[in-house]
T-cell receptor
């Protein structure tokens, strides 16, 4: 069965520090992979997506993610975090007509 | 260019009642998916509509039903409401069934 695991429930980083959020998936074929961000009381905003090709994908707000098939991972990275990046981050796998989301990682940014 | 719009933003119901939530997709999108997001959880897929038909359904009971109209807007209906149905209900639209989804801000449903 398809599933998405985000091992880190909560992460705290200092403003200006680098960030990596982990995502592992379970899916039999090549998945479509996504990262979304959700601010309190808001819907989800698409940060980036991977369908095929270059395994390093660039997204909005300075985020990037790398697809590693051998590790079934799609980790999200940002070289320098801004206070406005504090939010909930969700990794998702798209299979056929259905998206599977992880349970999310809450990011706190310390000034 | 309007994004995905959902109405109402908040709703309070009591157990056993029925509720209808509405969604207008982003301009140019023809596919609508519905999700339930409980507090502290990721969104759980309810179902997807494309060409006015339910194309895929998640692990939700028949109390959850939907409809898509010719203008691509959609409704989510929940019957016989339970306390456990309290959640944020998110609508997402896309151009085609397996494309990046754009989300609305959701409807917060509270069951008393």
């Amino acid at each position: 069965a398809q599933s998405v695991t985000q091992p880190d429930i909560h992460i705290t980083v200092s403003e200006g520090a680098s960030l990596e959020l982990r995502c592992n998936y379970s899916y039999g074929a090549t998945p479509y992979l996504f990262w979304y961000v959700q601010s309190p009381g808001q819907g989800l905003q698409l940060l980036l997506k991977y369908f095929s090709g270059d395994t390093l994908v660039q997204g909005i707000k300075g985020f990037e993610a790398e697809f590693k098939r051998s590790q079934s991972s799609f980790n999200l990275r940002k070289p320098s975090v801004h206070w406005s990046d504090a939010a909930e981050y969700f990794c998702a796998v798209g299979t056929g007509n259905q998206f599977y989301f992880g349970t999310g990682t809450s990011l706190t940014v310390i000034p | 260019d309007a994004g995905v719009t959902q109405s109402p933003t908040h709703l309070i119901k009591t157990r056993g009642q029925q509720v209808t939530l509405r969604c207008s997709p982003k301009s140019g999108h023809d596919t609508v998916s519905w999700y339930q997001q409980a507090l502290g959880q990721g969104p759980q897929f309810i179902f997807q509509y494309y060409e006015e038909e339910e194309r895929q359904r998640g692990n939700f009971p028949d109390r959850f039903s939907g409809h898509q109209f010719p203008n691509y807007s959609s409704e989510l209906n929940v019957n016989a409401l339970l306390l456990g149905d309290s959640a944020l209900y998110l609508c997402a639209s896309s151009f085609g069934p397996n494309q990046p989804q754009h989300f609305g801000d959701g409807t917060r449903l509270s069951i008393l």
